[in-house]
């Protein structure tokens, strides 16, 4: 079956640094969403790609989508402390309404 | 207006018996997916309903069956529990489902049930 997988699986960062997680997926994406959970709460959409290529920003955070749509990565630039949690990377396969999360990556931050 | 609501929060269970879960998304939002997460891993998913038809149905035991309602409200029925159905249930809805590929599919997860099997 479909897997997703992410590296690192933790990364710890001082406050300010920069923070790179990476997802790749054994099939082809439709499209890739991002999460973001924090400790004891519920995952949070952060943003959607559809298109081979595509890179879109929200402030700190630069997303992008691989051109074979099978990888993706999250850049946060400058992280603060409001950026703790587990980032998740979540795809369909084509043909397929099963939604595949990846496998996580927690991020915590040294002040 | 409301998130997705689920209930009950916690539940505590013994091995055998059965339990209900209960989700109701967003006004509006008429697809409904249910995921298990078990501590220190990414959410799996259940099943996904859209328009009360099952859509897609993900890699677990017949003991899990799920239907959703005329309202959109959704149940999650898991039978003859395991100790290793232990973990954190989170219901999500959206507008659409998940192969539109547009603005809508955007899940929004509701706080879970977290199920403890004794």
């Known amino acids: 079956g479909q897997q997703v997988m992410q590296i690192p699986q933790y990364q710890h960062v001082q406050e300010g640094e920069d923070f790179t997680t990476y997802c790749n997926s054994s099939?082809?994406?439709?499209?890739i969403q991002w999460y973001k959970q924090r400790p004891g709460g519920h995952p949070v959409f952060l943003i959607q790609?559809?298109?081979?290529?595509e890179v879109k920003k929200q402030k700190r955070l630069t997303f992008q989508f691989g051109e074979a749509k099978k990888n993706s990565s999250l850049h946060i630039t400058a992280t603060q402390t409001t950026d703790v949690g587990t980032y998740f990377c979540?795809?369909?396969?084509?043909?397929?309404?099963?939604?595949?999360f990846g496998t996580g990556t927690r991020l915590t931050i040294i002040p | 207006d409301a998130g997705v609501t689920q209930s009950p929060t916690h539940l505590i269970k013994t091995r055998g018996q059965q339990v209900t879960l209960r989700c109701s998304p967003i006004?509006?939002?008429?697809?409904v997916s249910w995921y298990q997460q078990v501590l220190g891993q990414g959410p799996q998913f259940i099943f996904q309903?859209?328009?009360?038809?099952?859509?897609g149905r993900g890699n677990f035991p017949d003991r899990f069956s799920a239907r959703q309602f005329p309202n959109y409200s959704s149940e999650l029925n898991v039978n003859a529990l395991l100790l290793g159905d232990s973990a954190l249930y989170l219901c999500?809805?959206?507008?659409?489902?998940?192969?539109?590929?547009?603005?809508?599919?955007?899940?929004?997860f509701g706080p879970g049930t977290r199920l403890t099997v004794l």
């Open positions: 006004s509006g939002h008429k697809s």
């Open positions: 309903y859209y328009e009360k038809e099952e859509r």
């Open positions: 999500a809805s959206s507008l659409q489902g998940l192969l539109a590929g547009g603005p809508y599919n955007e899940q929004f």
């Open positions: 979540a795809g369909p396969s084509f043909g397929n309404e099963k939604l595949t």
């Open positions: 790609l559809v298109k081979s290529g």
């Open positions: 099939t082809t994406l439709s499209n």
